[in-house]
């Protein structure tokens, strides 16, 4: 009688690279010391003492601070707490990160003595850092910058957008709480925070729409008139329509809103002499409006003018001459030819425009600092997103609102530029003539 021979189960075979793994994970430079890098082995565990002996109270008083915000008035401080506890949370990802290469490096080194290879001496180990890692340490200072000067205010102000923190709960006197989506919940909730949020998101993006389209279309414009042969003194005109991108944007704007004043401005006495009567220009939201737009279609129609101008050099005549031969008209070949063509070149720098001009903060507060008034509302009739954030924080201290606030203007213009960049030709693989 056959008896059936039951194969018995392997065991999982746990050679050196599981052990140094296992090791590192105990501690750094463990796993080092396994696979006989006793240099290597003893810097990384000297390195982890320092990390924690240093860290320690930051990441004991941080961790404590940014869930609590403080228990006691005057002698805690939310927002230092607060503050402390993300800059504990990103020294805590570099320190994990740095464990990880380490069991990963224990891993690799553990393998190549299975391999019956020899682990890497302090002098290779040196090379391997100076050659194949010499992009990291360019990088290096960098990125350091980089996640203090960007990610940590990032960090903070979405932070904020979660806790109370106003004029009313101002620390040390005050503490700060944690208040979840109540911020949000409020924004939406609230007449006077949602009639005020609503009113200033459409104009917003009205003001986004109407300035880019049109200083892009005028520099379009001009650009195609000034490239046509039968037009003397090109470079004349060119210089002169481009010059008010030479003077500073802020310049400008101060001078327009002295042009447009309603008692002694320029403007309005031009037009009384004709006839026509003065005009509200910083009193009455409409045309405050429609000021603002004026002057940022002469601030940005010149930056439009010499890339479409630049770009039109580089149309190939042939393309024109063909459409001649086949009968097709001005208008023709400026739809078929021209627009397409600029489009297709100018759509990314397009998109930066529509995102520029989204937090253009500049044109807004400088002219009439988003006034005038109205009743009923926390923001000005021609605030937009960004100016309104500004007002927010500055003039009535409602930090909580403004993070909140600066939270949705992210997400819009993070939501719609990635939406641009990927309907645009410009960022597909594929040829523009077929």
């Known amino acids: 009688m056959?008896?059936?021979?039951?194969?018995?189960?392997t065991e999982r075979n746990w050679g050196p690279r599981h052990r140094a793994a296992l090791l590192s994970a105990l501690s750094m430079g463990l796993g080092q010391m396994y696979n006989r890098q006793w240099v290597k082995g003893i810097l990384l565990f000297v390195l982890q003492l320092s990390y924690l002996g240093v860290f320690?109270?930051?990441?004991?008083?941080?961790?404590?601070?940014?869930?609590?915000?403080?228990?006691?008035?005057?002698r805690d401080h939310s927002i230092q707490l607060?503050?402390?506890?993300?800059?504990?949370?990103?020294?805590?990802?570099?320190?994990?990160?740095c464990y990880i290469l380490c069991i990963r490096d224990a891993y690799r080194v553990g393998r190549m003595r299975e391999q019956g290879l020899r682990p890497?001496?302090?002098?290779?180990?040196?090379?391997?850092?100076?050659?194949?890692?010499?992009?990291?340490?360019?990088?290096?200072?960098?990125?350091?910058?980089?996640?203090?000067?960007?990610?940590?205010?990032?960090?903070?102000?979405?932070?904020?957008?979660?806790?109370?923190?106003?004029?009313?709960?101002?620390?040390?006197?005050?503490?700060?709480?944690?208040?979840?989506?109540?911020?949000?919940?409020?924004?939406?909730?609230?007449?006077?925070?949602?009639?005020?949020?609503?009113?200033?998101?459409?104009?917003?993006?009205?003001?986004?729409?109407?300035?880019?389209?049109?200083?892009f279309a005028l520099g379009l414009l001009l650009s195609v008139l000034l490239n046509l042969e039968r037009v003397k003194g090109k470079k004349l005109f060119r210089t002169i329509l481009i010059l008010p991108w030479a003077v500073p944007s802020f310049v400008s704007v101060l001078v327009f809103a002295g042009m447009f004043n309603d008692d002694f401005g320029p403007?309005?006495?031009?037009?009384e002499a004709i006839g026509l009567g003065a005009i509200p220009w910083l009193t009455d939201p409409f045309w405050t409006k429609v000021a603002i737009l004026?002057?940022?279609?002469?601030?940005?129609?010149p930056f439009n003018l010499a890339l479409c101008t630049g770009i039109l050099q580089t149309i190939p005549a042939d393309l024109y001459e063909a459409a001649e031969v086949d009968g097709a008209t001005p208008w023709q070949k400026l739809k078929d030819i021209t627009l397409p063509l600029v489009l297709y070149a100018t759509a990314p720098l397009l998109i930066v425009q529509y995102a520029g001009n989204f937090n253009n903060f500049t044109v807004i507060y400088l002219f009439n600092k988003g006034g005038p008034a109205v009743p009923g509302?926390?923001?000005?009739?021609?605030?937009?997103?960004?100016?309104?954030?500004?007002?927010?924080?500055?003039?009535?201290?409602?930090?909580?609102?403004?993070?909140?606030?600066?939270?949705?203007?992210?997400?819009?213009?993070?939501?719609?530029?990635?939406?641009?960049?990927?309907?645009?030709?410009?960022?597909?693989?594929?040829?523009?003539?077929?």
């Not at 056959?2 to 189960?9: A, E, G, H, K, R």
């Not at 320690?56 to 005057?74: A, C, E, Q, R, S």
């Not at 607060?82 to 990160?97: P, V, Y």
């Open 120 to 215: 890497p001496g302090v002098w290779d180990t040196y090379r391997a850092v100076t050659d194949k890692g010499y992009p990291y340490l360019l990088i290096a200072p960098g990125l350091f910058l980089l996640v203090f000067v960007v990610l940590f205010p990032l960090l903070f102000m979405v932070l904020l957008a979660f806790t109370n923190f106003d004029l009313y709960h101002w620390p040390p006197a005050k503490l700060v709480d944690w208040v979840g989506f109540s911020n949000f919940v409020q924004l939406f909730q609230l007449e006077i925070w949602r009639n005020s949020f609503f009113n200033v998101m459409s104009w917003t993006v009205v003001w986004t729409l109407v300035s880019t389209t049109v200083q």
């Open 267 to 271: 403007i309005n006495q031009m037009l």
């Open 294 to 301: 004026l002057i940022q279609f002469w601030l940005g129609f």
């Open 377 to 434: 509302q926390t923001a000005g009739g021609s605030d937009i997103l960004i100016s309104w954030v500004f007002k927010l924080t500055f003039e009535t201290q409602k930090f909580n609102y403004a993070a909140a606030v600066s939270i949705i203007i992210g997400v819009i213009v993070a939501v719609l530029a990635v939406w641009q960049f990927r309907q645009t030709r410009s960022f597909k693989e594929e040829d523009l003539i077929q």
């Open 56 to 74: 320690y109270d930051l990441f004991n008083m941080g961790l404590w601070g940014i869930v609590t915000l403080g228990t006691k008035p005057f």
């Open 82 to 97: 607060l503050a402390e506890g993300i800059i504990a949370l990103i020294l805590l990802a570099f320190g994990l990160f």
């Open 2 to 9: 056959d008896t059936l021979q039951v194969q018995p189960s």
